[in-house]
């Protein structure tokens, strides 16, 4: 009697055990029993939907198109501090999209850094934005910009990394630094990002379980970004309820997984090289003193090993600069400056 019970209790466990780990099928976008589609969207050569906002004048008047990349738990609709006077004068036209499986773009289980590259060809291509044209990215939208200056330099007419993300598993730095600004981090996100580099299978439960922390938010902020935070009533997106409505899993966590769960394609120290060899662009990346998100010490290195990146360091400022209107502005001016 003992042994068809312990055979049963042990099926049981690991029914349990294999429900715990798999993640619950995405609700994708326009299917049946997931949300509608509300947003232009283009549909890539795999079949996949990427969906983006134009914002700023229309394409046909722009003096600049700008291809926008957002952060982890964000979205297309990020808010961005531009004014009317501020777009008119630059003719500024920017494209935002929804980086694979948030918002309304389908999810894309083989997505890595260097796929974002193509991705963005891609749109940029269906969307007829010419040849050549300008990349931004925010945060963990910022290794989107790292992918193009490895994979399609030739289209870019400038690029800025604005507080970019970190991979603490980068070969080419140093581990004495690696480990110094890693344990800077809280606890709870020192576990995260080691259970996404080590047991990225164990990532999907240990995100859903209740006992521990995990990403959250307390002290992740510094003074001027919770300024910003109370400027905007904590609104950074317009539409915050659909970044992750087909599914946590296939927007935050398989970010998480692409970019610091996984080996990246090319190391941003060793592998990339000036892409504007003959001064015709420019690359920029922009950190700021009181990030508590992204350790600054990383992203200086980058910027010291390669002379051809004008490296920017706001002071008194934190990880959320891209909301503030005076350091957009900045952002943007340095990037079309010629
Ligand atoms: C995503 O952002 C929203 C709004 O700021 C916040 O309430 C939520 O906790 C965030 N989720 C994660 C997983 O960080």
């Not at 935070?229 to 970044?243: A, D, I, Y």
Request: aromatic share 12%; proline share 7%; net charge negative.
């Amino acid at each position: 009697m003992i042994a068809p019970i312990g055979v049963a209790f042990a099926v049981g466990l690991l029914g349990w055990v294999y429900q715990a780990l798999k993640p619950s099928p995405p609700k994708i976008c326009g299917s049946a029993n997931g949300p509608p589609v509300t947003s232009s969207r283009v549909k890539l050569n795999d079949g996949r939907h990427l969906a983006y906002r134009e914002f700023g004048v229309p394409k046909e008047e722009a003096q600049c198109k700008i291809i926008m990349c957002h952060g982890y738990n964000s979205s297309k609709d990020m808010y961005l501090p531009a004014s009317q006077e501020f777009i008119d004068e630059l003719k500024l036209y920017i494209v935002l999209y929804d980086r694979a499986g948030y918002g309304e773009s389908d999810p894309y289980p083989a997505r890595s850094v260097k796929s974002e590259a193509f991705d963005i060809q891609e749109l940029a291509d269906k969307l007829h934005l010419g040849t050549k044209f300008y990349v931004i990215g925010c945060s963990m939208g910022a290794s989107s910009v790292w992918s193009c200056l490895k994979y399609i330099p030739d289209r870019l007419l400038g690029a800025s990394l604005v507080v970019p993300f970190v991979n603490y598993w980068w070969s080419s730095v140093p581990s004495a630094l690696s480990l110094q600004t890693f344990r800077r981090l809280p606890q709870s996100y020192q576990r995260t990002y080691r259970i996404a580099r080590y047991t990225p299978w164990l990532y999907h439960w240990w995100m859903t379980q209740k006992w521990f922390p995990t990403l959250g938010a307390d002290g992740m902020f510094c003074d001027s970004d919770l300024e910003i935070l109370k400027r905007l009533s904590g609104c950074l997106n317009h539409e915050q309820e659909k970044v992750t409505q087909q599914g946590k899993h296939e927007s935050l966590n398989r970010d998480m997984l692409a970019i610091l769960g996984a080996k990246w394609e090319f190391d941003p120290i060793l592998d990339l090289s000036n892409p504007f060899p003959n001064n015709d662009g420019s690359v920029h990346l922009w950190s700021s003193s009181e990030d508590h998100v992204v350790p600054i010490e990383l992203n200086r290195l980058i910027a010291e090993k390669h002379p051809w990146i004008q490296y920017h360091e706001v002071p008194d400022a934190g990880h959320l600069i891209i909301h503030d209107a005076e350091n957009f502005e900045a952002i943007i001016r340095a990037l079309l400056a010629r």
